[in-house]
């Protein structure tokens, strides 16, 4: 009783202030009510696990559905150094985690029903060394892990639904030694490993069902010595593998469905000496 009287303090003192939502601190945390049934939570300073609901000045309980943005005190992002966020989480929102320069571990609780991590999340988090993707997960937005220098670790819980990497989610990882594309992702975006240079392990779960391979997705992978690519796959599009310079291995599965190669996708490839083309090929770009 006594810490519901304090938030509801709290939000009064704040309330005049915000004109479509109710805004709480608590332990260091700001949580945001915007009155459709939907709690967001911004993380506050210490390490810390955050809670799974609230119960706001109306007497309800709400869940925390969503992981954002909000502008905290000065000081209170750099001193952040880990996080579990809490299974009711849906969304990880955009650029939700700039600013937070020292955090290094980035945790689940288990049976997590996150769904979307959107645009710039974790966008040049120096400090991230490793991240594992809950299996509820479906799509990795628009460079959300970019530039995230010190990252050597990216995998995927056992039964992922992600089905979308997109353009330069992963791209600038310089310290990623190997990735394991789950057999649900249909599409790897644009520049999505691009510049991944200790990339040297690349690997697709059986049963892949990916389709489209895009335009300078493993652009300069320096380290990448072998790729199998999937029977499923119908495009492996422009500068898919350009400056691949260790590439000596190049197979496709069979009962390949490629059918478009496109212009300069093996371009600097200069350990690859021989391919050979599945005949469902027709265009060469």
Known sequence: MKKIAMIASVITLLAPEIAS?????????????????????????????????????????????????????????SSLQSICIPCSIETIDRCCLEGYENLSIVAFESDSQLRTIKKFAFWDRHSLASICIPASVDRLGLKCFECCSKLGSVTFELGSQLTIMKQFALSGCRFLPSICVPASVERVGKECFFDCRSLSNLTFEPDSQLGTIEDYAFDRCELLESICVPASVETISEGCFRGCYSLSSLMFEPGSQVRLIGDYAFNCCSSLTSICIPSSVEVIG
Do not use: T, W
């Open 21 to 77: 939502c109710a805004q709480i601190i608590l332990d260091g945390d700001c949580y945001e009510n915007d009155g459709g049934g939907n709690v967001s939570v911004a993380p506050g300073a210490k390490a810390h696990s955050c809670p799974r609901s609230i119960v706001f000045m109306d007497g309800e309980v709400y869940e925390v559905r969503i992981l954002i943005r909000a502008n905290m005190p000065n000081g209170v992002e």
